[in-house]
Nanobody, 126 residues
Framework: QVQLVESGGGLVQAGGSLRLSCAAS????????MGWFRQAPGKEREFVAA??????????SYADSVKGRFTISRDNAKFTVYLQLNSLKPEDTAVYYC?????????????????WGQGTQVTVSS
């Protein structure tokens, strides 16, 4: 069983930055592929970024809409994954969710993930 707790959301002006954190609790962390998703009001939850488990080389993946602006990273010793959000736009406004999936998974597919956090709100004003 893994519990995920996101933090770091808030209100920021367009062009600003935020750093989201997701702390995991459980017996292990490095075998999990970690992902970030977001859901805006009235829209479906969508893939943002993912970082493979350690055995998968820690490769990162990004949605086209955030490529070059967001950076995902992980600290296996701290059981934590991060999402650095730069050059934020009003359309980035959403609840951001952290998710964990065992081993090698299709990172953009919601049901591939086994555990989800409760989410943290990011609001970008114009």
């Amino acid at each position: 069983q893994v519990q995920l707790v996101e933090s770091g959301g808030g209100l920021v002006q367009a062009g600003g930055s935020l750093r989201l954190s997701c702390a995991a609790s459980g017996r292990t962390f490095s075998p999990y592929t970690m992902g970030w998703f977001r859901q805006a009001p009235g829209k479906e939850r969508e893939f943002v970024a993912a970082i493979n488990w350690s055995g998968g080389g820690g490769r990162t993946s990004y949605a086209d809409s955030v490529k070059g602006r967001f950076t995902i990273s992980r600290d296996n010793a701290k059981f934590t994954v991060y999402l650095q959000l730069n050059s934020l736009k009003p359309e980035d406004t959403a609840v951001y969710y952290c998710a964990a999936g065992w081993g090698t998974i299709r990172v953009g597919v919601l049901h591939e993930y086994d555990y989800w956090g409760q989410g943290t709100q990011v609001t970008v004003s114009s």
